[in-house]
C-alpha cells in the first residue's frame, strides 16, 4: 500500500496516525474565556431529518455535522483533518483505500464506534427501502456495486466496504478517486449505530432515542423551534471542546433574523437580506463576515414538462436573462454572476469557461430570445406561461420577482411567470417527486472538487431532479472516473460543462458569497471554509 498520510496539520505532525496535537477549537495563547461556553445560532429552517441517510440540504447537513462524525471532518478553516479514522493507505492505483478507525472513538451511549458502523450506514444508504436522496454518492465515490444495489439487482451486503477488523475498513472502488478523502467528510456516509436503528426504526431519531458519535448530543428538539446540543462526554476528543451547550434556531424570515441578532437573541445569524447589508456594513462591519463559497444559484428546469423540452424555450430563458442585474442591484453584496453551474474556482474546475453569449450585449441576447420563443409558437397574445417554485424565504421571493420582471422585459412580454413558495420539507419532497416547471435550486459543493457538481446532472444521479438526461454528458464524466492525471480531468469537466451550456439544461445566476453576522466574543469562526460548515467543536466563547 502506498501511504498518503504523512503531512503537517497545525504543527502536528501527523504519521501514519501518530498525533502530537488534538483537533478542535483552536484558542489562541492569551485569550481569556468566558465562565458560560453557550451558544445560539440561527440553522434558518426546520431540518428535513436528523438521519445522516436522510439528509437533502445545509439545514439537514449542519445538525449532523454536530451529532455525528465521519472518518475524517473539517478544520475552521475547511482543511480536512482526521475523524474517526487516523490514517489511511491507498493502492497505487487509487482503487483500494483502507482506514485505521481510532478506538477511543465512542458513541454517546459509551459503545464503541467500529468499522462495521460504517458498513452498516453505508450499505443502508444504497437499499433501495431506504430512499436515500444521497444514495448515488456511493456510486460519485465508486464503491463497487453501488448502482446495481441501487438498481435492485445485487444486494447491499456485496457492496465494497469491508470491515478488515474493528478498526479497520476497507473499500474497494470501480475506478480511481484521488480525491475520496475528502468525499468521506459528507454526512450521507457518516457511521450509524445500528443496534438502535434495529430496536426503534425510523423513530430512532427522536430526541429520547438518538445516538451519534460527533462532539455534541442531542438534548432537546422543538419543531419549527429549537434544537439544543450539549457536549457529549463520550466524543474521543472532548476534552479539547469548548462550547458546552449550543442552540439552533428555524429562523427563516431574514429581517427577523437580523433583528433577533441586534437584539441579543443570537450570536451566530444565517444571513443578511440585500436592504440591510449597506446599513449594516457600515453600522458594525466587525461582525460581518462575507466569504466566497463553492455554491451556484439557478433554476432548475423540469425536462419532462413540455415546453421546457424544447431546447428553443430553455435558450431563450437563458439569453433574455441580465444576470448582472440580480447580483448588482438585487443583491449587492459580491456575488459573481455565472452562466455555468460548476464555480471554475473549485479543485479542478479551472478550465471551465463562460458560453460564448455571457458575452453578448443584452440588446442581442434579446433579441434571439424573442425570435426562438416566436418560432416555438408563443406570442403577447399566447405568452410562455409557467410558475418559479422557490423555498419560503424574502431573499429568493425578491429575486424570482426580479427575474419574472427581467423576462417579461426581455421578452417584450412575451414571458409571464406566476410565483410560487413552499416551506423547506415540502418544497423539497416537491422537487423530488418532479411537481414543478422552473424551481430554485441552490447547489453547495459537498467537497471542494469539481464531481460534485458534474455527478449532479448524471442521468441516474439520485440528486438530479430535473430529468434531464443526456448520454454524451455521461459518458464524459463517466471516463473521467478513469483519468489519473489532473489536468486531463480538469479538461473532462469543462468539456461536460460545455455540453450542459449547449443544452440550456438549466438556468445558473451566480455563485454565492456566505454573509454572516458574527459577535465579537465569538472565537474560531473564520468564514474560510468554502463549503459554509459550521462545527460547534471549532468555536469558542471569549470573555
Known amino acids: 500500500m502506498q501511504s498518503i498520510m504523512k503531512y503537517s496539520v497545525l504543527s502536528a505532525t501527523i504519521i501514519f496516525g501518530l498525533s502530537t496535537t488534538a483537533f478542535a477549537a483552536k484558542v489562541p495563547e492569551g485569550t481569556v474565556l468566558a465562565e458560560k461556553q453557550e451558544i445560539t ?26 451529532l455525528f462524525e465521519g472518518l475524517v471532518t473539517a478544520d475552521e ?113 457518516f457511521p450509524l449505530p445500528q443496534k438502535v436503528i434495529e430496536k426503534f426504526g425510523d423513530s430512532w431519531v427522536k430526541k429520547e432515542n438518538i445516538v451519534g458519535n460527533g462532539a455534541y448530543k442531542l438534548v432537546d428538539h422543538v419543531i419549527n423551534g429549537k434544537i439544543v446540543f450539549e ?19 428555524a429562523i427563516e424570515s431574514g429581517v427577523a433574523d437580523v433583528q433577533r441578532y441586534r437584539a441579543g437573541d443570537l450570536d451566530v445569524n444565517n444571513g443578511l437580506p440585500a436592504e440591510l447589508y449597506a446599513k449594516l456594513k457600515k453600522e458594525i462591519p466587525n461582525e460581518i463576515f462575507n466569504n ?19 431546447i428553443r424555450v430553455r435558450k431563450a430563458l437563458n439569453l433574455a436573462l441580465d444576470r448582472n442585474i440580480i447580483t448588482d442591484k438585487v443583491l449587492g453584496q459580491g456575488q ?37 420563443l416566436e418560432e416555438a409558437g408563443f ?9 418559479i ?46 411537481n414543478y416547471e422552473i424551481a430554485l435550486s441552490g447547489w453547495g459543493a459537498d467537497y471542494n472538487q469539481a464531481t460534485t457538481f458534474t455527478n449532479y446532472f448524471l442521468s441516474d444521479s439520485s440528486q438530479n431532479s430535473t430529468f434531464y438526461k443526456s448520454k454524451a454528458y455521461d459518458d464524459v464524466i463517466t471516463n473521467a472516473y478513469k483519468i489519473e492525471d489532473s489536468e486531463a480531468r480538469a479538461e473532462a469537466y469543462a468539456k461536460a460543462e460545455q455540453i450542459l451550456a449547449d443544452d440550456f439544461a438549466l438556468i445558473p445566476f451566480y455563485n454565492y458569497v456566505r454573509v454572516r453576522l458574527i459577535k465579537p466574543y465569538v472565537g474560531g469562526y473564520t468564514g474560510k471554509d468554502p463549503l459554509a460548515r459550521v462545527l460547534l467543536q471549532n468555536l469558542y466563547i471569549k470573555k
Not at 292 to 310: E, G, M, Q, W
Not at 390 to 403: D, P, R
Request: aromatic fraction near 12%; charged fraction near 20%; avoid cysteine.
Open 41 to 66: 445560532v440561527n440553522n434558518g429552517t426546520e431540518p428535513q431529518s436528523f438521519d445522516p441517510n436522510q439528509i437533502a440540504g445545509g439545514p439537514e447537513s449542519q445538525v449532523a455535522l454536530q
Open 77 to 189: 478553516d475547511g482543511n480536512i483533518i482526521p475523524g474517526v479514522a487516523v490514517s489511511w493507505e491507498h493502492s497505487p492505483d487509487f482503487k483500494q483505500w483502507t482506514f485505521k478507525l481510532r478506538p477511543e472513538a465512542k458513541w454517546s451511549n459509551g459503545d464503541p464506534v467500529t468499522a462495521h458502523d460504517f458498513v452498516f450506514a453505508w450499505q443502508r444508504l444504497v437499499t433501495p427501502a431506504t430512499a436515500a436522496p444521497y444514495a448515488s454518492y456511493l456510486e460519485f465515490l465508486q464503491i463497487e456495486n453501488a448502482n446495481e444495489i441501487i438498481e435492485g439487482k445485487k444486494s447491499p451486503d456485496t457492496l465494497g466496504i469491508k470491515a478488515v477488523d474493528d478498526y479497520t475498513l476497507q473499500l474497494t472502488l470501480n475506478n480511481p478517486v484521488p480525491y475520496l478523502v475528502s468525499m468521506t467528510a459528507h454526512p450521507s456516509v
Open 231 to 249: 457536549r457529549n462526554p463520550f466524543y474521543w476528543n472532548d476534552k479539547e471542546t469548548v462550547i458546552d451547550k449550543a442552540t439552533f434556531l
Open 292 to 310: 466566497r463559497i463553492l455554491t451556484t444559484y439557478t433554476y432548475d428546469i423540469n425536462h419532462s414538462k413540455p415546453p421546457f423540452n424544447d
Open 336 to 372: 459573481i454572476p455565472t452562466y455555468v453551474f460548476t464555480p471554475p474556482y473549485i479543485n479542478e474546475g479551472h478550465k471551465i469557461q463562460q458560453p460564448a453569449y455571457a458575452n453578448q450585449s443584452m440588446q442581442e441576447r434579446s433579441a434571439e430570445a424573442i425570435k426562438l
Open 379 to 387: 406570442s403577447q397574445s399566447n405568452p410562455l406561461k409557467f410558475t
Open 389 to 434: 417554485l422557490y423555498n419560503t424565504s424574502e431573499g429568493h421571493k425578491k429575486i424570482a420577482i426580479a427575474v419574472a420582471s427581467i423576462w417579461k422585459k426581455n421578452t417584450n412580454g412575451l414571458i409571464n411567470v406566476k410565483l410560487e413558495n413552499q416551506e423547506w420539507k415540502t418544497f423539497l419532497d416537491t422537487r423530488r417527486q418532479g
